[in-house]
Every structure is written in C-alpha cells, then in structure tokens.
T-cell receptor, first 116, second 111 residues
C-alpha cells in the first residue's frame, strides 16, 4: 500500500541546468498536484493535473516551468534554466476522483532542490 | 482571494500542557478544511478533513473543530512526539482545484 512517491529526494543543479522532478500518485488516485515550499513558509499551489490534462496551472511561473502527467508513468515537473531562487522543497500530492467528498490530498516526501 | 492565517506562529508547551492552534480563513464557499502535520524534512501528513461548521474530528490527543470563520486544533496533554509544524488548508467551492495553505504553527513540546 505505497503512498505518494517522489524522486529524487534531493537534487543539486547549477544555474542554467534543467531539473526534472517525478511523482507517482497513490494507487487508485488520478489527480496530481504540485506545490512549492520555501523555508519557514506554507505550501504554494503550482499546478493541478489529471492523466494527460493540465487542469489548473495558475500557480506556476509562465516561463521555465512545465508539468505533465502522461497516460503511462509518473507526473513530471520540469524546471528549465534553473536559478538560485528556484531552490525550495517541491511536494507532490494526489487525491482520488474529484466530485466526491474525498478531495483530501495525500503528500509525498518531497524533492529538495538546491541550485548552486 | 481565498486566504488562510494561522496563529500562533510558534508555540512552546510543557508535556501535558493542553492548548489550541488557530486557523482563520476567508473563502468563497468552503468545500473542505484540512489539517496536516509536517515534520522537518518530510512531507505533510494528513490529519483531518472538516466540511461544515459545527463538525468535530478526533484522533488520539488531537481534536479539530470548525466554525464559519475559523478552525481550532486542540491538543490535549501533549507529548514530545507531538512536536511538529501543523498546517491548515482550505478548499473553496468555486475554485476547488487548489488548496490554500497557511504558514503553519510550529509546536515544540518539552518533556
């Protein structure tokens, strides 16, 4: 009964490189959310996806950031040409089908991105 | 815009000293209010979901309550292992694609 899985747990990149963060939702969950957390701050919504669809990307920067959730495989958050300000913890959460009273989101352990 | 404010930012308690954490929110129609616990270096761990004013949920030493404007997380006779950051989040009815999180209350329970 695996929970939400994220990898890598820690990622170090130099400025200008690309970062790819992966998230596998809980079994039976078809909704994936990405959040960013800076030290001593709460989680900030970035993007909400269902299989092969981006539902809401209103929290994601317009440039350099993209997300996908393909039919097969994990969801991926991609950050191109990283800058120091991208250093943060990135959390993925999943939930069962929406529309029911089961919107609770379950979080993974996070990926801690450090940009040198 | 939907908003969540948690207080206090930090709370120090002696073991056994009961207290409450506050989560005030403004949202266009509440679909759900969620409490999470987060330990350092880990992801948020789900505690409770509350859906309507007057609702209460309990789990061990924790009890969550909800009114139309705020939620409380009551901690009865806390133990050192209850030390963590407690996060509150709301989901609105009109834009339920996202959760709005507060900045959390960092609880430290001393033995």
């Amino acid at each position: 009964n695996a929970g939400v899985m994220q990898n890598p747990r820690h990622l170090v990149r130099r400025r200008g490189q690309e970062a790819r963060l992966r998230c596998s939702p809980m079994k039976g969950h078809s909704h994936v959310y990405w959040y960013r957390q800076l030290p001593e701050e709460g989680l900030k919504f970035m993007v909400y996806l269902q299989k092969e669809n981006i539902i809401d990307e209103s929290g994601m920067p317009k440039e350099r950031f993209s997300a996908e959730f393909p039919k097969e495989g994990p969801s991926i958050l991609r950050i191109q040409q990283v800058v120091r300000g991208d250093s943060a913890a990135y959390f993925c959460a999943s939930s069962p089908q929406s529309g029911l009273r089961t919107d609770t989101q379950y979080f993974g352990p996070g990926t801690r991105l450090t940009v040198l | 815009e939907d908003q969540v404010t948690q207080s206090p930012e930090a709370l120090r308690l002696q073991e056994g000293e009961s207290s409450s954490l506050n989560c005030s929110y403004t949202v266009s129609g509440l679909r759900g209010l969620f409490w999470y616990r987060q330990d350092p270096g880990k992801g948020p761990e789900f505690l409770f979901t509350l859906y309507s004013a007057g609702e209460e949920k309990e789990k061990e030493r924790l009890k969550a309550t909800l009114t139309k404007k705020e939620s409380f997380l009551h901690i009865t006779a806390p133990k050192p292992e209850d030390s963590a950051t407690y996060l509150c989040a709301v989901q609105g009815s009109y834009n339920f694609n996202k959760f709005y999180f507060g900045s959390g209350t960092k609880l430290n329970v001393k033995p």
